[in-house]
């Protein structure tokens, strides 16, 4: 699976839209990227996927890069309950899916009154 | 839908002493995953099984961790003996199975285990 870079932290005002960005510029074209949070003493929480193109949720939305070495995920009006530790994971789809999730160490966002 | 349940959410032991995790996946999830999560560090997988068969056991430390999930739904892993570098917070999560459309992971909340 290609290795992912994001930052190690970030910071947010509560009701604006947070940014997150990810690069993974070794991607490979059967590769998705996946984004998951860790919210404290949590288990992770899966936010959303994609492949190439934009995708939105309830959650948030993730921006890929036409090279798809980059994405942003996009939490539009962030509140203190979406601080948690962020983690931008790539990983190969299959027909069988359910293979490992290989995590970094994410980015640390915290929500600012 | 009650999610994935881990027991107990918290252990304390001394080295040396067997310790052992329970994990109930969410109803009907054919895949169950354990990993461990050191601190400030993201999860890392230690087995996968697929309903009762483990499919990837390649990062369990076979000489002192063992799991199982003998009937295809609840799993236990244990630890014997445990040691000092095991303190981590053992992570179980459960997908639907083989439709990769739904393969999406839940993880339980999390076993902390401290070992003095």
């Known amino acids: 699976d290609a290795k992912t870079t994001q930052p190690p932290s970030m910071d947010c005002a509560e009701g604006r839209a947070a940014n997150l960005p990810c690069n993974h510029s070794?991607?490979?074209?059967?590769?998705?990227v996946y984004w998951y949070r860790q919210i404290h003493s949590q288990g992770p929480q899966y936010i959303i996927h994609?492949?190439?193109n934009n995708e939105t949720n309830e959650m948030a939305s993730l921006i890929i890069t036409e090279d798809r070495k980059s994405s942003t995920l996009i939490l539009p009006h962030a509140t203190l309950r979406d601080t948690a530790v962020y983690y931008c994971?790539?990983?190969?789809?299959?027909?069988?899916?359910?293979?490992?999730?290989?995590f970094g160490t994410g980015t640390r966002l915290t929500i600012i009154p | 839908e009650a999610g994935v349940v881990q027991s107990p959410r918290y252990k304390i032991i001394e080295k040396k002493q067997p310790v052992a995790f329970w994990c109930n996946p969410i109803?009907?999830?054919?895949?169950l995953y354990w990993y461990r999560q050191n601190l400030g560090q993201g999860p890392e997988l230690l087995i996968r099984?697929?309903?009762?068969?483990?499919?990837?056991d390649s990062q369990l430390p076979k000489d002192r961790f063992s799991a199982e999930r003998l009937k295809g739904v609840d799993s236990t892993l244990k630890i014997q003996p445990a040691e000092l570098g095991d303190s981590a917070v053992y992570l179980c999560?459960?997908?639907?199975?083989?439709?990769?459309?739904?393969?999406?992971?839940?993880f339980g909340p999390g076993t902390r285990l401290t070992v003095l």
């Open positions: 099984y697929e309903n009762e068969e483990a499919v990837d």
């Open positions: 994609g492949l190439k």
């Open positions: 109803s009907g999830h054919n895949t």
């Open positions: 999560a459960s997908s639907p199975g083989r439709d990769f459309n739904t393969d999406t992971q839940y």
């Open positions: 070794t991607i490979s074209g059967n590769e998705y």
């Open positions: 994971i790539v990983r190969v789809g299959s027909n069988f899916g359910n293979e490992k999730l290989t």
